[in-house]
């Protein structure tokens, strides 16, 4: 089973950051963005993360949370976060077991090889708790933020 639009979507609980658990029931009432990437401070990652700071308080306006997740140890996050000035939670998915709840985790194609990994994905959850959007892979990490930025102020700002 994956994610489906109009379908509730699957809770989770993870470690942030600081090694607190955040759960995604937690944020019932709320907009959240949940989106996946690969790997803390790589090229693609960065850009991605740099497009959800510098648009952080457009999608606060909107009472928007933005959550990242990747396989990465709280540790790794902390120094992205600093490093990137990121204004948001960073969730640490070591199992990759959130992430193949989400589709996020399974064969992609890299340099032209199939290969099993982190696919770069992204849920928007609306305030009652289902998927609103999916992309199931996204093309261009820098372009990104902006695209769900677009999708809630025209699909969810009504709620």
Not at 128 to 151: Q, S
């Amino acid at each position: 089973m994956g994610i489906e639009e109009g379908k509730k979507a699957p809770d989770f609980s993870l470690k942030d950051q600081n090694g607190k658990v955040v759960s995604l029931k937690k944020h019932k009432g709320k907009i959240v963005v949940v989106y996946f990437y690969p790997k803390d401070d790589t090229p693609g990652c960065t850009k991605e993360a740099i497009g959800f700071r510098d648009l952080h308080e457009q999608f606060q306006s909107l009472d928007t949370i933005v959550l990242g997740v990747s396989p990465d140890n709280g540790v790794s996050h902390t120094r992205f976060i600093d490093k990137q000035g990121l204004p948001f939670t960073l969730l640490s998915d070591p199992d990759k077991k959130v992430m193949t709840a989400y589709g996020a985790y399974g064969e992609k194609m890299m340099y032209g090889k199939k290969i099993v990994g982190v696919i770069r994905s992204t849920v928007v959850v609306d305030k009652g708790g289902k998927v609103f959007k999916h992309w199931k892979r996204v093309a261009k990490a820098a372009d990104h933020p902006a695209k769900v930025l677009e999708v809630i102020s025209k699909g969810l700002s009504g709620d």
